[in-house]
C-alpha cells in the first residue's frame, strides 16, 4: 500500500504563483511513476502531469505546458507541482497520483493505483 499527502493549494490571484507537494510512504519500491490530477466540480478529473521515477521522463497537459513544472525529489518520495502564471481556469482540486505499473498510459485514471486526499486551487480574477 501506498499513502500519498498533498499540501500548498490556497487562494491566489491571477498571475500568482503555488507549490503543491505530494509526500508518499509505504510500499515506494512498487511505484513507477507519480503525477498529478485536477478537478472541478461538475467535469471529469484531468491529467496534468506526470513524472517517471527511473528516467525522469516528464509529460505535461497542453494546458499547463510552459506555467507548471514537475519534479521528484526521490529521497524523500515527495512530487513537487510548481505553478506559474495561473490563471482562473486553473481552478481545481489537485491529486497526486502513483502509477504502480510499467505500463506506457499515463492520462487516465485508470492508469494509476493511489491516490491522495486532494488540495483546493483557487485563482481569481
Known amino acids: 500500500q501506498v499513502q500519498l499527502v498533498e499540501s500548498g493549494g490556497g487562494l491566489v490571484q491571477a498571475g500568482d504563483s503555488l507549490r503543491l507537494s505530494c509526500a508518499a510512504s509505504?510500499?515506494?519500491?512498487?511505484?513507477?511513476?507519480m503525477g498529478w490530477f485536477r478537478q472541478d466540480p461538475g467535469k471529469e478529473r484531468e491529467f496534468v502531469a506526470v513524472?517517471?521515477?527511473?528516467?525522469?521522463?516528464?509529460h505535461y497537459a497542453d494546458s499547463v505546458k510552459g506555467r507548471f513544472t514537475i519534479s521528484l525529489d526521490d529521497a524523500k518520495n515527495t512530487v513537487y507541482l510548481q505553478m506559474n502564471s495561473l490563471k482562473p481556469q486553473d481552478t481545481a482540486t489537485y491529486y497526486c497520483?502513483?502509477?504502480?505499473?510499467?505500463?506506457?498510459?499515463?492520462?487516465?485514471?485508470?492508469?494509476?493505483?493511489?491516490w491522495g486526499q486532494g488540495t483546493q486551487v483557487t485563482v481569481s480574477s
Open positions: 513524472i517517471w521515477r527511473s528516467s525522469g521522463s516528464i
Open positions: 509505504g510500499r515506494i519500491s512498487g511505484t513507477w511513476a
Open positions: 497520483a502513483v502509477k504502480g505499473d510499467w505500463g506506457p498510459s499515463i492520462h487516465r485514471i485508470e492508469d494509476y493505483s493511489y
